[in-house]
């Protein structure tokens, strides 16, 4: 379906001069054929560009960009290997192009190297005839830090799965031969990048894409989730896959968009636990068991009793259960070793004895330095090779010989000979270029493509018709994931009708829901997330109120002015139970910038987006907006400022993100547990702050104008001015303050309906076994405010106002809050914790 | 040839500071059977009562056991009670007859030994035992060529125990192998495994033993329960001799009053109690080993 050719040789490269793209000198571009023209799967792109000029491409940019942030995209490289640039990887939405032709012999090279390694793997944890008939050098396998002891007896075949998802990176040199420059095995990145570029980009070029008739990748990921449930030893037709998953909990990373594209309940190694040979879901107050894992973190942590890392998470145990057909767990945990660059120098005859095949794509021509002559090669052709460690990749920088310094390669030299079946080297390759955006050009980057695919013990491996592309930023030939560049969606065109399966839905049917379970952890940051987005939002209430002391006034003299602004201070920490720092400064400034405060703004909010970022999957795009908004506004709030007052409109910015934070919750999540547990943290906290702040005014002894104020500052605090002046007509006075915010049943904002809601609530909550539900506890608290309201209201109606009472009232509310948060953090949450 | 019985009993006892409500353990408590040593009897009883429990082998061939303990508990006991039947002769050093510098000679990553396990296991540096500066250094007054290998592995051993001075408490299980030559002070573990990183430097296998010692009391006295303790030392092999076993602490050829429990390349692959439990609170940790022939 590739459109037609652009005319003449001489209109094509007339058309390349005009976007000004020239092929780097003695450089191959995959888009220039040898005669000089447009490569056919590359002239649609050219034609777009030319036709829109070549302005387009920042628009283009911009579009991606927008579209990334609008879905919840915003993703940040940082976390992958140790990637100190928050800015690299950004996709260019120029796609890669690729003719079936092209495709075909890497697809089919792909598949014999997931094949060749998925039979190196079952060896190296097995029988290891590449040791026996020393097909490898032993130090490679036994030296290397990913070969893991304790699964010697879990061969990977009948029951055990062997190579999961693993990537290959592909380029090409000068001559168009294509080589694998990586391999990637065990918990390989990108995949969930890959499938964000194609989301986005798919966007950007709707037309573009379906003119190139690019193949579609749901069916690959639709294949391996039957695949993994398949090969489930329990759960019978309908085994609960999850992904576990280690990064800190607050990483923006790929794998949130993996787990949710595909359906997949992601959860965090201290989500699980191993009993009676079975991994459970922590859930809240249960525990559900786990048929399949699919992980993305390093096998080698992922138990925590029989590694020999210490530190991060894992599950204690979970080899064990493996070992008795408990649990099926993709990749293979020991599949890291299979990544030693030692063992491309034997490939090509691990190839022919283990397959009894030619390798189709050979790695780069590479020489293991433990070997005399391979060594002296090495040493002698220093400034022209890659010298890479046989080790873990990460304690080793791949060194290229070109960029050192005399000196730096007499040092290279001597850490080489050291210990020289430590290191191979490698010959450096010219990789090819592809067309890249660059501001309002095209220019040509060198590009790697990494390519990912499965091995399917039942049907054979299996590749994905796409990938990443990455490109380098600057006119440099490496492309490493360490190095910053733009990546890219790659296109496999193809002259057939597309396949059905489109990612460009936001619902892909061919997969399956995320199955309904809330982690008692998730559930836990849910209530936080609550907790802390109304205690935000009540801070900043104080703060604006005070700013707005501070700039209008309330119309009265100076000296009164700073007595309600005292009382009001007095109010936050007399809520929030809070002493502060012996009189230094001035306490606004201490609310809106010390992010140590916990009675201010910076920490609050930092509180909550650190539970929500826990709970990312939980959020809709929307929602995901308003949180990273929130914090964005709370970065400059940190950032502090002479003057206060600019924090006016800050402040109205905060709180209607935050409100609509809130609220969009409220529209768009399911009414489940987890759904339940944000809301109830809402109330709590709501109910908690009201309860004080009543309590407050209620002690404060201000009377006169100093009561008006303080109750109207109180009614502005809590979001109540309009309502009260609508109900009453008057100057705000306690007791009519109390009548709407304690004794109001229909009023959202009265601690009346707040608990009446709650009980309300509390019925989606689970019973937990043996503890009393929730709803219990909060019964006689209710029944005691409902007999206590109608004479309330009657007695104040008729100007009487019991102070004491209703104090008493408030102290004992403020208490069953407090109680029932403990009470669920005991029922729900902890129990988790100690399992 | 003399014969020797030993029984052994070795409690181990955590209390914790708080309720423990789960807890995932492995243990290396069986002894090994070899040609010095046939075992009689073993068994491990853990309290409370594990409610999930699996024997196994590990990559070594040491005897491994996993458990499970759940339901709230705030004490654990693992009793691990074994009789073994030692016959020794007199222990003398036997040569390897190979020079330690003899490149020809030398066992490579490659090469395995009567068992099928591969040098590279007992070659290469591991996190525990990695080749770092302080170990060339207490190397380097020992490397005359042309030595006997064994006769190396011995002096170093005495070195270890003439340098180093045996002090509990100065170390433990993390103080890195570079601290370890600088402090030059230590209990058997770190001697074992500063042999065993010189001894892998210059290119003799060498692997960790964990094991007992019977200690006797001083002539007239009665020996004192619990008094023997864990103990580790380490083997180094040659072609001609096979492994043969060396202890730095005592400076001693191993014979009868060794037990051995299990080998591997450190300390960390033959831990004898690891486990991962889930609770507040500390712990306090006590080990009570009886060594006593019948």
Known sequence: MCAAPIGTLQDQQQLMESLGYTPLEGRRDESVTADGSIASEWQPLFESVGRHGSGVLMDWRNVATRISRERGLAYRPASLEESDSAEGWTLDPIPWLYSPKNWEPLEDGISQRTRLYEMILRDAYGEQRMLREKLIPAEILLGHPGFIRPLHDLTPGESVVGLGISAFDVARDASGQPFIVNDRFDHPFGLGLALENRTVVNKVLPRLFRRCGVRRVGQFFTDWFSYLSRRAQSGGDNPLVVIVDSSEEDEDSEISFLANYCGILRVHPADLTVRKGRVWIKALSRLIPVDVIWKTMPGGEIDSLERDVRGRPGVAGLFEVMRIGGVTLASHPGSEVLQSPGFYPFLPKLCRELLGEELKIPPVASWWCGSPTALSHVLANLPSMVIKSVGAHSEFSTLYGRRLSAEQLEDLKATILANPSGYIGQEEIQISTIPTSRGESLVPRGAVLRMFSYFDSDHGPSVMPGGLGRVSTADGVVVSTREEGDSKDVWICSSETPEPFSIATVVDTSLPAAPYIVPSRTGENLYWTGRYAERAQFVAKFASRIIDGRTRGFSHDEAFEQQHEDLLMRALYDVFEFTPKAAQGDPLGDLLHDPLCTVGIPYNLQRFHHAAQVTRESWSPASIMAIETCYESWGKMTKGSESHFEFGAELDGLQLNLSAFLGLNLDSMTRDEGWALLDIGRRIERGTLISGLLSFLLKSGAEGDMSSLLNESILYILDSVRTYQRRFHKTPNTPMTMLLLLGEPDYPRSLHHLLDRLLDIGSKLPNASQQEHPLEFLKPMSARLESFVGPFIAEVEAGLFKQEEVQQLLTELNDTLIELSDYLTVTYFNHAKSR | ?294
């Not at chain 2, 230590?186 to 065993?196: N, P, T, Y």
């Not at chain 2, 040659?238 to 076993?245: D, H, V």
């Open chain 2, 1 to 294: 040839m003399k014969e020797y019985r030993y029984r052994v009993r070795h409690l181990t006892t955590y209390q914790y500071g708080g309720r423990i409500d789960i807890c995932h353990s492995i243990a290396h408590l069986s002894p090994r059977e070899d040609d010095r040593q046939n075992v009689l009897s073993h068994r491990v009883d853990v309290t409370p009562t594990p409610f999930f429990r699996v024997d196994r082998q590990d990559y070594w061939h040491n005897g491994t056991l996993y458990f499970e303990i759940q339901g709230s508990h705030d004490r654990l006991e693992v009793l691990s009670t074994l009789t073994v039947e030692k016959q020794v002769g007199d222990p003398v050093l036997p040569l390897s007859e190979e020079a330690w510098d003899d490149k020809k000679q030398k066992l490579r990553p490659g090469d395995h030994d009567e068992a099928g396990v591969y040098f590279a296991n007992f070659l290469l540096p591991t996190r525990t035992c990695p080749f770092v500066d302080g170990i060339d250094e207490f190397l380097k007054p020992s490397l005359s060529p042309g030595k006997d290998s064994m006769t190396l592995v011995s002096e170093l051993m005495t070195r270890v125990y003439e340098e180093f001075a045996y002090v509990p408490g100065a170390t433990d299980t993390t103080t890195p192998l570079v601290e370890l030559m600088k402090l030059k002070k230590g209990v058997c573990q770190d001697f074992a495994h500063v042999m065993i990183a010189a001894l892998r430097r210059v290119g003799i296998p060498a692997r960790y033993v964990s094991g007992y010692l019977e200690t006797l009391p001083p002539p007239g006295q009665e020996k004192l329960q619990g008094a023997d303790a864990t103990h580790a030392w380490i083997e180094a092999y040659s072609r001609k001799t096979g492994w043969l076993a060396f202890d730095p602490t005592n400076n001693r050829i191993p014979s009868h009053q060794h037990i051995k429990i299990a080998h591997g390349r450190d300390y960390f692959d033959v831990q004898p109690l690891k486990g991962l439990f889930v609770g507040s609170g500390g712990q306090v940790l006590t080990v009570e080993v009886d060594v006593e022939r019948f």
